[in-house]
């Protein structure tokens, strides 16, 4: 019996051996490298990572962005699900952040302005009076240098932006990674870390929109979404939270169990009208592994979102309007995807009761949130 045992532990333990040394030979090949473009004197490469399922993603360093996510539906035929363009000059003139790291604020700041140890900043305004996603200069439109990451189990990038002090107005020497890998369980894992010299505000997202019968097919109405938050953050009319915390309980806001994106969204509720549809933050209960789901009836594609973050902003395309071509020349029209950016709330610097969004030179602010794909 005890001999059985071993000889069990002892093979476990060879194969395990065998599989580990094979996957991180192949997590070093499982990164593909192409030129994509170049942009102010620095260049941009297409990333193509393949895991052992043969599934692929594509990133870009050009705003540390997630271009392509390959994955089959229940029947097994792969679409790409996420929004991006073909060619660099899409993400050039494109500025919807499709796929794209979002920062040095994710989402708004009212009026552009915020106070700090009793010291006024003032943003570039470009969202009507406020601020948006770090400004028209932000970590979205930045080239952030690249490595493909070596011996790790799972074929995996990092990505790092230095941004020098008060760039777009923000304090800080702040340097920003994301580190992506693309497990063979189809999951993108997003690991941050960013750091800074000086006390500073700080938001950082992903701002990939998803359309689980493939980008630009159809709309998201018909998409099932569950995300676990008994709470929303109500906004004024430009989007800025009010400083409430209202209960989802018997509002189109109730996710808690699962709905179709269209079964309330043309209700006459004052945050519906408002946000054109769903452009909100939900304040996650943070207490499940899986913290949102994405469920497409039609083609059985599953996403999972789990993050560490306090809130996720729900986003129905409500601002998308067929003047964007992407991969492929599908054409992304009105409501067309859907994003859930895991995020700190909107305009925390300004709401005292909003958990603290400060970054200080003695604690970097790790974060990390997962895109999990499946069917069912
Ligand atoms: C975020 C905002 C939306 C919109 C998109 C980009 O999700 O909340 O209002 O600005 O970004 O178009």
Redesign the pocket.
Known sequence: MKTGRLILLTATALVMIGLDSCGTNKAKEMVTTEDFGSFEGKEVFLYTLTNKQGDIIKLTNYGATIVEISVPDRDGNKANVTFGYDSFDGYLNGD??FGKVVGQYA?RIAKGKFTLDDVEYTLALN?GPNT??GGPTGWHSRVWTAEVLKNTDYPAVKFTYNKPDMEEGYPGNVVAEVVYTWTDDNEIIMDYKVTTDRRTVLNITN?AYFNLHGAGVGDILDHEVLIRASAFTPVDST?IPTGELRPVEGTPFDFRTPHLVGERIGEEYDQLVLGGGY?HNFVLDNVEQVDAEVYDPSTGRVLQVITDQPGV?L?TGN?LNGTQTGRGGKVYQYRSGL?L?TQHYPDSPNQASFPSVILTPEEPFLTSTTYKFGVR
């Open positions: 919807l952040y989402n969202n948006l996603h701002h989007l452009d902003q986003y601002f994003c950016e």
